[in-house]
């Protein structure tokens, strides 16, 4: 089967080629597990849906479980990386921030299922991914609320609890997966449109802006904001 296969329905899609194989098996149990869950899901339904044998999705990856905790594992690298890119002391603060807003608005709403599937793994109790919270996620959390944290000591920020900044920013981006079809009906929507992305991420930000009253960062981020809109970075 060709590796330009069309995008089969419910996100599932035909043939790779063999040096794309990994990331369609992953691609696809993102989808099935966020849909059908850890028990619920099988080795069939990923195959199906990624159009990889069974026997191939096996010999790499050994159990359903593993291959569910290399799923997860994939979400939270790409998370951590945003992070890093975004919310470093070498960026301007509030352009900073909105960069890791947009990056993080873009992510719920190209692949919502990958958020689903991270917030079921929470609500489950974690339990699969219990040991990277407890060391990766806590240092990663420690190494960006000590950025915020310095720039409140240089007077570039006003003082707020750094970890609890960062949970509303996570918090006020995954809702647009998590909790899709609530806002949709609310909004009596089909399906979120453009304007709906770029409001929650403007929303976001004039609730972030008056922690930086330096009108130098304003204006850099007014500017970048604009340039992002303009290339359509959502």
């Known amino acids: 089967m060709s590796g330009e296969a069309a995008k089969q329905p419910g996100g599932c899609r035909g043939g790779a080629p063999r040096r794309a194989i990994l990331p369609r098996i992953l691609g696809a149990a993102e989808v099935t597990f966020a849909r059908l869950g850890l028990k619920g899901a099988r080795i ?21 479980e593993a291959l569910y905790e290399a799923t997860l594992q994939r979400l939270l690298d790409i998370w951590l990386d945003d992070a890093d890119r975004w919310l470093s ?8 921030i909105e960069g890791y807003i947009r990056a993080k608005i ?3 709403r190209a692949r919502p299922e990958g958020s689903r ?26 190494r960006h609320a ?10 570039i920020m006003k003082p707020v609890p750094a970890r609890h900044l960062l949970f509303l920013l996570w918090s006020g981006t995954q809702a647009y997966a998590d ?7 609310v909004l009596e929507r089909a399906a979120l449109t453009d304007r709906d992305y770029e409001d929650a991420i403007e929303t976001l930000m004039t609730l972030v802006r008056p922690l930086f009253p330096d009108p130098v960062s304003q204006a850099r981020c007014d500017r970048m904001g604009g340039e992002m809109r303009g290339g ?3």
């Open 179 to 185: 909790m899709q079809v609530q806002f949709e009906a």
């Open 44 to 64: 069939e339904d990923i195959a199906q849906c990624s159009a990889v044998p069974k026997a191939t999705i096996l010999y790499h990856f050994g159990t359903k």
């Open 232 to 234: 359509k970075t959502l």
């Open 106 to 108: 873009a992510f719920s």
């Open 117 to 142: 599937l991270f917030a079921q793994e929470l609500l489950s109790g974690g339990e699969r991914i219990g040991t990277f919270l407890q060391s990766e996620l806590r240092a990663h959390v420690s």
């Open 146 to 155: 000590a950025i915020f944290e310095a720039w409140q000591e240089q007077g």
């Open 89 to 96: 002391a070498a960026q301007e603060p509030l352009a900073g």
